[in-house]
T-cell receptor, first 113, second 112 residues
């Protein structure tokens, strides 16, 4: 069966520090991969998505970036965090996008101080 | 681009009553409309979806209706139970793209 792993689960970082969140999927090949952010009390904002290795689509201009170095690995990064980067980050995958089910990871809660 | 509006943002109902959450979308070419449920502290999970060639779909106590002309779709939960308390998100597919646009979410509280 397919599984998705996302880490770290929680992270507290100072303003201006770098960020790296990692997501891996097991049990499937060539999935579409997504990074969403969920700010407190708000909806799911799509940040990046990827349909293949090295292919990244950015949805929102910001100081974050994403990379897909391997088929089932998706990384969210920042060189210098801002206070506004705080939130709950969710990785997700799908093989029949956009009309197939999205499977979400357990999320990473980032607090920038 | 596609825009999805979801109402209400919060909803409180008595246990056993029905709950209805409504969403509107802007792109008439959207053809897939899923609903996700996110329990407190957990990941969102798909609970039901509907495609544009169907007007209504039901799965036990939950149902979704779609009005393509008006570009809106709704989630109906009947005989609500405490475990229905969660945040619910609607979404719409983006024509020609491998992604969904989500509504802002509805926090549903079932009062015993």
């Amino acid at each position: 069966s397919q599984t998705i792993h996302q880490w770290p689960a929680t992270l507290v970082q100072p303003v201006g520090s770098p960020l790296s969140l990692e997501c891996t999927v097991e049990g499937t090949s060539n999935p579409n991969l997504y990074w969403y952010r969920q700010a407190a009390g708000r909806g799911l904002q799509l940040l990046f998505y990827s349909v293949g290795i090295g292919q990244i689509s950015s949805e929102v201009p910001q100081n974050l970036s994403a990379s897909r170095p391997q088929d089932r690995q998706f990384i969210l990064s920042s060189k210098k965090l801002l206070l506004s980067d705080s939130g709950f980050y969710l990785c997700a995958w799908s093989v029949l996008a956009p009309t197939g089910e999205l499977f979400f990871g357990e999320g990473s809660r980032l607090t920038v101080l | 681009g596609e825009n999805v509006e979801q109402h209400p943002s919060t909803l409180s109902v008595q246990e056993g009553d029905s709950a209805v959450i409504k969403c509107t979308y802007s792109d008439s070419a959207s053809n897939y409309f899923p609903w996700y449920k996110q329990e407190l502290g957990k990941r969102p999970q798909l609970i039901i979806d509907i495609r544009s060639n169907v007007g209504e779909k039901k799965d036990q106590r939950i149902a979704v209706t779609l009005n393509k002309t008006a570009k809106h779709f709704s989630l109906h939960i009947t005989e609500t139970q405490p475990e229905d308390s969660a945040v619910y998100f609607c979404a719409a597919s983006i024509p020609g793209a491998q992604k969904l646009v989500f509504g802002q979410g509805t926090r549903l509280t079932i009062n015993p």
